[in-house]
């Protein structure tokens, strides 16, 4: 057999390819990233055997190996893509110390040839789209919570008071009042009936002529109405709109993820906290569920997801045991809301309640036993392919056994 390794980058990739015995037969060779560059890798491989006897693979790099990948496979090949840890852990063996393209090239070969990684699968057509959209999603919403909290920083120049008013300053209601009177100044002149019609409206008639009231008598008395910041006031304005239009856009998202039915998307649903969006993004990121079954599945896939413990020790020195975080962001944030609306489940209450209350851990470390458990319900419903028993998942039936 010959094992090929590709180290990625942006625009030009690297080649080397050895055999069974570590002898490099083809030398470290650069491609590019462009039709020509695909051709010549085809012509490539082609020299070097055919696809029963050549074996490519590369690191999971961002995302510039996707096209690579399905050009190797269009060309009738099957890549082997794989996390970049394990050739990286698989460097530090030389005691040269050297971290080239080329260097890194053969290394990638090697442990294609010593076989200690567990390949990641290419997903069929319909669950890389919906792995794509719920990946942009998640960007559109980290997007609008960064953006939501520079419209509070703009507000303390110019209406810190506005908060006050609003469980959400960034919401709808909140939004339409700031694109007209983003400051405490401009909202202090304002008449109040001129803006009843206005909030109620925006609320859909929750909110009226008591709300605009009081904000105006904030807006009077607000340390900043005295203060003309025009550029804030426009930025205000801006940023309002910006939000709007993620808000949008996070919708069409959501309605399309819903719509999807990826196997298993019945089952997992019936775990509290997951609903149709959350049930998608998470069956999304974890592909089968077979790529867990080997040794422990439950702790392979809360390392897939970066919710297992890392521990750091030197001697005698212990360090504090923290989330390796190293997994799926996506799917490590998906379990993550998910958990925070099950706690409030009886099936995860006490988990949240003893880590809180009785043990008097933070809230974040509490969420964190229930994403835990989340992971364990995930895994036995998808596992086993039934719905979740809050009965069995406790452990009730084996007490009454």
């Given at each position: 057999?010959?094992?090929?390794?590709?180290?990625?980058?942006?625009?030009?990739?690297?080649?080397?390819?050895?055999d069974?015995?570590?002898?490099?037969?083809?030398?470290?060779?650069?491609?590019?990233?462009?039709?020509?560059?695909?051709?010549?890798?085809?012509a490539?491989?082609?020299?070097?055997?055919?696809?029963e006897t050549?074996?490519?693979?590369?690191?999971?790099?961002?995302?510039?190996?996707?096209?690579?990948?399905?050009?190797?496979?269009?060309?009738?090949?099957?890549?082997?893509?794989?996390?970049?840890?394990l050739?990286?852990?698989?460097?530090?063996?030389?005691?040269?110390?050297?971290?080239?393209?080329?260097?890194?090239?053969?290394?990638?070969?090697?442990?294609?040839?010593?076989?200690?990684y567990n390949?990641?699968?290419?997903?069929?057509?319909?669950?890389?789209?919906?792995?794509?959209?719920?990946?942009y999603?998640?960007?559109?919403?980290?997007?609008?919570?960064?953006?939501?909290?520079?419209?509070?920083?703009?507000?303390?120049?110019?209406f810190?008071?506005?908060?006050?008013?609003?469980?959400?300053?960034?919401?709808?209601?909140?939004?339409?009042?700031?694109?007209?009177?983003?400051?405490?100044?401009?909202?202090?002149?304002?008449?109040?009936?001129?803006?009843?019609?206005?909030?109620?409206?925006?609320?859909?008639?929750?909110?009226?002529?008591?709300?605009?009231?009081?904000?105006?008598?904030?807006a009077?008395?607000?340390?900043?109405?005295?203060?003309?910041?025009?550029a804030?006031?426009?930025?205000?304005?801006?940023?309002a709109?910006?939000?709007?239009?993620?808000?949008?856009?996070?919708?069409?998202?959501?309605?399309?993820?819903?719509?999807?039915?990826?196997?298993?998307?019945?089952?997992?649903?019936?775990?509290?906290?997951?609903?149709?969006?959350?049930?998608?993004?998470?069956?999304?990121?974890?592909?089968?569920?077979?790529?867990?079954?080997?040794?422990?599945?439950?702790?392979?896939?809360l390392?897939?997801?970066?919710?297992?413990?890392?521990?750091r020790?030197?001697?005698?020195?212990?360090?504090?045991?923290?989330?390796?975080?190293?997994?799926?962001?996506?799917?490590?944030?998906?379990?993550?809301?998910a958990?925070?609306?099950?706690?409030g489940?009886?099936?995860?209450?006490?988990?949240?309640?003893?880590?809180?209350?009785?043990?008097k851990?933070?809230?974040?470390?509490?969420?964190?036993?229930?994403?835990?458990?989340?992971?364990?319900?995930?895994?036995g419903?998808?596992?086993?392919?039934?719905?979740?028993?809050?009965?069995?998942?406790?452990?009730?039936?084996?007490?009454?056994?």
């Amino acid at each position: 057999m010959i094992y090929v390794g590709v180290d990625i980058a942006k625009s030009d990739h690297c080649l080397a390819a050895i055999d069974e015995s570590g002898r490099v037969v083809l030398k470290p060779t650069t491609i590019g990233h462009d039709a020509e560059g695909f051709r010549r890798l085809g012509a490539l491989l082609g020299q070097l055997g055919s696809p029963e006897t050549v074996v490519v693979g590369m690191e999971a790099t961002g995302h510039y190996w996707v096209l690579l990948a399905e050009e190797i496979q269009r060309l009738g090949w099957t890549p082997q893509i794989f996390n970049p840890i394990l050739s990286a852990d698989a460097g530090r063996t030389s005691v040269r110390g050297r971290k080239t393209d080329e260097d890194d090239a053969v290394v990638i070969a090697k442990v294609l040839r010593d076989g200690d990684y567990n390949a990641v699968r290419l997903p069929d057509a319909a669950m890389g789209k919906l792995k794509q959209l719920c990946r942009y999603r998640q960007l559109a919403v980290e997007r609008s919570a960064n953006i939501k909290k520079r419209l509070i920083g703009l507000l303390d120049l110019v209406f810190p008071e506005f908060v006050q008013h609003f469980s959400e300053p960034y919401g709808v209601t909140a939004r339409a009042v700031l694109s007209k009177t983003p400051s405490a100044r401009l909202l202090a002149a304002q008449p109040a009936k001129a803006f009843v019609a206005l909030v109620r409206k925006a609320s859909h008639g929750r909110l009226g002529l008591e709300r605009v009231q009081a904000l105006i008598a904030t807006a009077k008395t607000s340390i900043a109405v005295g203060r003309t910041d025009e550029a804030t006031e426009l930025a205000i304005r801006m940023t309002a709109q910006e939000i709007a239009l993620l808000d949008d856009q996070i919708r069409t998202y959501d309605i399309q993820i819903a719509a999807a039915n990826p196997v298993g998307k019945d089952v997992i649903m019936t775990i509290p906290g997951i609903g149709p969006v959350l049930a998608a993004v998470i069956l999304a990121e974890i592909g089968s569920i077979d790529r867990f079954r080997a040794g422990n599945g439950v702790h392979r896939l809360l390392a897939f997801a970066g919710l297992d413990p890392r521990i750091r020790e030197s001697g005698q020195w212990t360090g504090k045991i923290r989330m390796s975080k190293r997994g799926s962001r996506t799917l490590r944030t998906a379990i993550w809301r998910a958990a925070f609306i099950a706690k409030g489940h009886e099936a995860f209450r006490d988990i949240y309640d003893r880590h809180r209350k009785i043990m008097k851990q933070p809230s974040k470390v509490a969420l964190s036993h229930v994403a835990r458990k989340l992971v364990q319900a995930i895994y036995g419903v998808l596992r086993h392919h039934q719905a979740f028993d809050i009965d069995a998942f406790s452990g009730k039936h084996k007490k009454a056994a």
